[in-house]
Every structure is written in C-alpha cells, then in structure tokens.
T-cell receptor, first 115, second 117 residues
Framework: DTEVTQTPKHLVMGMTNKKSLKCEQH?????MYWYKQKAKKPPELMFV???????INESVPSRFSPECPNSSLLNLHLHALQPEDSALYLC??????????????FGPGTRLTVT | AQKITQTQPGMFVQEKEAVTLDCTYD???????LFWYKQPSSGEMIFLIY??????QNATEGRYSLNFQKARKSANLVISASQLGDSAMYFC??????????????FGAGTRLAVHP
C-alpha cells in the first residue's frame, strides 16, 4: 500500500479563520513533508519531519504551523492567511533506508483558497 | 548549487508513439539521485522512476525508461507506446542530500505532455 491520504480535498477560508490540513500514511515511513504548489509551477518544499522531529523549515511564515503528532500523521495548522497563500498543498512521505531516503510518495493534495 | 532544467514547457505526441522528455541537471555531488514524477490535472504527484548516480544500468519501469547520460548530466524520460492517460505534467527532480533519513527534492519547471488520439 503506497497511499498517502490528505483531508480535506478542498478548503475555502477567510483571512481571519483558523483551519488545519491533515495528512496520513501507513507505510511505516519516518519522513514526512509539506509542499506548496502554485498553478503551473513545481512544488516548493515547506517543512520536513524526520522521526517526528522538525528537520527542515524553509523560512515559512509563522501563519503556517506544522505538527507531527505521531509517525503516521502530519498536520498543517493555518491562521491569518493571505490570498497569496491560495495554492495546492501536498503532503509526502518517504522511507528511511539506512539513513538514506529515496522516492517520496505524495498525497492527492488540498486545494486551498483564501478569500 | 544544485539545479534541474527542463527546457520543454509543452510537448505533444500521437497515441502509441514514443516520446522523450528532456532533463538536465547540475550538481557537484558525486552521490545523487534523479526522479521523474507525473502530475495529472487532479493534482497528485505520481512517482514514475528513479536513477541513482552510481547505477550503471538505465532505470526502466514498464513503459518508462530513463536515459541517463552522466557525462552530459542528462536524465531524459522516455515513454514508449504513449496512451491518452499519459497526458499530464511531468517533473524531473534531484535529491539534495540524503542524510538523516529524509531527502530534499529540487524540481525542474516541468513539461506538459499532451497525447493526441
């Protein structure tokens, strides 16, 4: 099973709202990632968790707050977003293979619109 | 700095024909990995194929093969016998670092492939 699930599929939120994106995988992967993708652009890495610890934060604004409650779950908490934050948010996971990791498996994404 | 270049913004191919999507890369690392992903309009990124820098054979996965030319720093994707379902955006990516049990992918700009009946 190479499935990464993401909820919700679509989200519309106002600039004063607080919402969360959820990502789940049951492949035993110990690295999980959040990406942001604008239309017609490649994905941009936001955060990386390895063994439930934040390993990379690509200078993401604090209105995005990641959380990894356990090895299967990854959340992205959203607060006071701007219209330019509207994008496809992709979650991915990868397996630790002796300290190296290879392919990342992606979820279907959450299409976020900030009004 | 590592960089991935995809020079073809769009390509089209007739159904059942083969097509090559170009990818060149730049890195000073000796150990690296190259990936191709497919992204249909639904949004999900689908892993297609992987090539390690030390792999002597070109990677193949079904109708996908990777034409790896290390000296030229190119990693072109070849899709044989194109199908209508192959219409999608294709991204070439390189792994930057592989320590700590995770990797960081650098993506190219992508190539949009349209398969015509």
């Amino acid at each position: 099973d190479t499935e990464v699930t993401q909820t919700p599929k679509h989200l519309v939120m106002g600039m004063t709202n607080k919402k969360s994106l959820k990502c789940e995988q049951h492949m035993g992967h110990r690295a999980m990632y959040w990406y942001k993708q604008k239309a017609k652009k490649p994905p941009e890495l936001m955060f990386v968790y390895s063994y439930e610890k934040l390993s990379i934060n690509e200078s993401v604004p604090s209105r995005f707050s990641p959380e990894c409650p356990n090895s299967s779950l990854l959340n992205l908490h959203l607060h006071a977003l701007q219209p330019e934050d509207s994008a496809l948010y992709l979650c991915a996971s990868s397996q630790d293979q002796g300290g190296k990791s290879y392919e990342q498996y992606f979820g279907p994404g959450t299409r976020l619109t900030v009004t | 700095a590592q960089k991935i270049t995809q020079t073809q913004p769009g390509m089209f191919v007739q159904e059942k024909e083969a097509v090559t999507l170009d990818c060149t890369y730049d890195t000073s690392d000796q150990s690296y990995g190259l990936f191709w992903y497919k992204q249909p309009s639904s949004g999900e990124m689908i892993f297609l194929i992987y090539q390690g820098s030390y792999d002597e054979q070109n990677a193949t996965e079904g109708r996908y093969s990777l034409n790896f030319q290390k000296a030229r720093k190119s990693a072109n994707l070849v899709i044989s016998a194109s199908q209508l379902g192959d219409s999608a955006m294709y991204f070439c990516a390189m792994r930057e670092g592989a320590a700590g049990g995770y990797n960081k992918l650098i993506f190219g700009a992508g190539t949009r492939l349209a398969v015509h009946p």
